[in-house]
């Protein structure tokens, strides 16, 4: 049962793990966690990346939203004009606006000569169909399309991979960072993006310090631009590990830089930490008893401390995330077993303690049987008994000469095959007299024959220690409706004088002595 409890206890805390884990619940630990590993890990970006921003300086000194494409292609030729290297419009160019400013950046995007890139948004439709918000054919004529999506964790809407493709009727679109970092090692169909990457030595200019010449052509020269909003009105922004808020082209730039440096990160979730904490528990159930709650929170404690320092290593070095919450709530939860095993083991300990109080009580520790106090507190009973006691003769002298191990050793023999003697207690009631009880059937001569088929079959060889040992037993009974401190008393009626008087008791001690019934049945 004890077993069964402790196993139950475990598969229940690995099932309340799991159930924490796919839940969320884990989510801001994980987080915290999480950031302070990619604080941890801190990496430069490559420099070749810059983000040109839609920001609220610029809407302020615009003064209109939307803004006309006229200015989207002033800005696309001034980047080309400068040397950039690649130009990548995070923006929303689907539909048509005024012509004329229209034709104005499809002019400019020809001018580009094909390094310019609009973005494309895949989207599930009212149908339930999988489309893409392509640019306007006459935009995609002159510039490559390239997506943008960005998934979402579902359970805490955290934005830290994005897909590197996708497909429709029309085609396969490939992802912004895939299309411009131009990687050629086969790449996850899950792009996770590495926020160990200090954003705060990414390049970020406003969009009208670029369209106006505020901004030295050399920061613009042979560098990969992305354009899109990064101002509060314009809502496009996203949650990400270790920087909190930030704007979508910061986030594509980020996907960029990750490719850039060779960063392709395998997202091994909570897996290692529900494993690691299930083998925990497997050794808990099978540890020796030795092992106390301190010896326990030491190891599970040392286990929370390599499995963040493994964790962070397999990230700064294999390209592994980790999420590190399940294993640390999960030996929180084993300590919390330990605690409650280990103040079960004191409650039975306890209890045993208290049984054994209440055995010797009433029992004699050396055989087990019942003790004289143990004897007299059995159930009253209305039916007429019968009581035979029985002495084992010169145990005195032989302590004396054998020792007290020796003697106690022959009576625990002595008390075994009294077991097997057919009555329905049997007592020890002093260190060397013993007693049956079992219900009178009223039969005297049976009983009397009884007594001496005891005294035959009791007295003879007995070994203990190396000692051949012959014991002489005798025998006294009595019986009727008494209680049974009556019927103590009356077939205590052995006449040991005898074995007093023999010259080696040890070795040829007295024959038996049978007074008879002291009390007729």
Partial sequence: MRHLLRWTAAIVAILVLLGLTQSGMLASLDRRLDDWRLAATSRPVSGTTVVVEIDSQSLAEMGIWPWPRSLHAALLDRLMAAGADEVVFDIDFSSSRDPFDDAQFTAALERAGGYAWLAAFAQTGADGQFHFSRPLPEFAASAGSVLVNVLLDPLTATARSLPVSATDEHGTIPALAVQLARNQSALPEILEIDFSLNLADLPRLSFTDVLYGRVDPALLAGKQIIVGASAIELR??????????????????????????????????????????????????????????????????MTSFLGEAMALLAYAQLNLLVSTASLHVGLVILFGLALADNGYNHLL??????????????????????????????????????????????????????????????????????????????????PATFALLRGDDGDADGLARTATQLRTRLSGEYHADGHHLHIEVVVGYASGAHTR????????CVDPGPCRSAPNPKLQPCGPVDPGPSSPA
């Fill in 236 to 301: 496009d922004f996203f949650t990400v590990p270790r920087y909190g808020v930030i704007p979508g082209p910061v986030l594509q730039a980020l996907a960029l830089e990750t490719l850039k440096t060779g960063r392709i990160l395998t997202n091994w979730g909570h897996l290692p930490g529900v494993l690691i904490v299930s083998a925990l528990a497997l050794l808990l159930l099978f540890r020796p008893r030795r092992a106390n709650v301190p010896t326990i929170f030491a190891t599970l404690a």
């Fill in 349 to 430: 300990a306890r209890r045993a303690a208290q049984d054994r109080l209440r055995f010797l009580a009433t029992h004699d520790a050396a055989t087990g049987l019942l003790s004289q106090q143990g004897l007299m507190e059995l159930p009253r009973t209305l039916v007429p008994q019968v009581l035979l006691l029985l002495q084992v003769q010169a145990t005195d002298e032989l302590r004396v000469t054998l020792g007290h191990d020796v003697v106690e050793a022959v009576l625990y023999q002595f008390a075994h095959r009294l077991g097997h003697a057919g009555f329905t207690e049997v007592a020890r009631t002093a």
């Fill in 485 to 492: 401190a009556e019927l103590l008393n009356q077939a205590d």
